[in-house]
């Protein structure tokens, strides 16, 4: 069974500050997703990781990918309040394209 | 592109009766669809997995008397909650993809069992 670990659960971030958030999962996959949450709504993609040394950047938001470590972090750069929400880090199962969720970070940002 | 319909976003019934929600891939086929649910505060739960034509596969623990899953054509798949109870209060979201293509997530479903 795939298991993936994301830690920290719960972030509360001063604005202006980086910050980072880790996804570890427990068997081989070379495909991982990170979504964002907001309250009462559905899972918003941010980033698709499809291989080993991807990174790829939006905004303030930074996202890479070792599938050698079963390893993915998310980086926020200057953190701002609007970037409030869980994230949700996601890997595919080999062979059967089912997604195994992490438990999801909730991100405050505090002035 | 790979947009992902889901309908209604939010539905309140009463304690025993049945509840469909419905999924359709709008400018995309999908080769399967998948349904999950999320309580309060907590991660996605999947609870099956659809392909067209077939019988769903459904997660363990799963009563699949209790969320019974219709997959008819390429753009459409239900969840239909029978029976429903409070404790069937949740949100439910469903996702479609194709192939090993990224999934593609719809909007969510409020269930609100009185």
């Known amino acids: 069974e795939l298991k993936v670990e994301q830690n920290p659960l719960f972030l509360s971030m001063q604005e202006g500050k980086n910050y980072t958030i880790y996804c570890n999962y427990s068997?081989?996959?070379?495909?991982l997703y990170w979504y964002r949450q907001d309250p009462g709504k559905s899972l918003e993609s941010l980033f698709v990781?499809?291989?080993?040394?991807a990174v790829k950047q939006e905004g303030r938001l930074m996202a890479s990918l070792d599938t050698k470590a079963r390893l993915s972090t998310l980086h926020i750069t200057a953190a701002v309040h609007d970037l409030s929400a869980t994230y949700f880090c996601?890997?595919?199962?080999?062979?059967?394209?089912?997604?195994?969720f992490g438990a999801g970070t909730t991100v405050t940002v505090r002035a | 592109g790979a947009v992902v319909s889901q309908h209604p976003s939010w539905v309140i019934c009463k304690s025993g009766t049945s509840v469909k929600i419905e999924c359709r891939s709008l400018?995309?086929?999908?080769?399967?669809m998948f349904w999950y649910r999320q309580f309060p505060k907590q991660s996605l739960m999947l609870m099956a997995t659809?392909?067209?034509?077939?019988?769903?596969?459904?997660e363990q623990g799963v009563e699949k008397d209790k969320f019974l899953i219709n997959h008819a054509s390429l753009t459409l798949s239900t969840l239909t909650v029978t029976s429903a109870h409070p404790e069937d209060s949740s949100f439910y979201i469903c996702?479609?993809?194709?192939?090993?293509?990224?999934?593609?997530f719809g909007a969510g479903t409020r269930l609100s069992v009185l």
């Open positions: 996702s479609a993809r194709v192939g090993p293509r990224p999934p593609s």
């Open positions: 068997t081989t996959s070379d495909r």
């Open positions: 990781l499809l291989s080993n040394g």
């Open positions: 996601a890997v595919d199962t080999p062979n059967d394209y089912k997604l195994s």
């Open positions: 400018d995309f086929q999908a080769t399967t």
């Open positions: 659809s392909n067209e034509g077939s019988k769903a596969t459904y």
